[in-house]
């Protein structure tokens, strides 16, 4: 299971994903964009998109292993 961080304090998918989404809208990323970004941050491959939700103070945690260990 992924875990997501809002300024480094643990919080479920939904919590990070508003405040990403809230980012996105104010910083002028399309809400498309803002999806793809989202979605890929969650993928082992999406190291770029991690480092962009990032910016707006979000840290994912990808399970890489499937036992639910990032």
Excluded: C, K
Excluded at 12 to 24: G, H, K, L, Q, V
């Amino acid at each position: 299971m992924d875990q997501y961080f809002l300024h480094d304090r643990p919080v479920p998918e939904p919590e990070a994903s508003t405040a990403w989404f809230d980012y996105a809208e104010r910083h002028g990323i399309n809400v498309p964009r803002a999806i793809s970004l989202w979605e890929d941050a969650a993928t082992p491959e999406g190291e770029a998109s991690r480092q962009t939700v990032a910016q707006a103070g979000i840290r994912v945690l990808v399970d890489r292993g499937g036992r639910g260990e990032p």
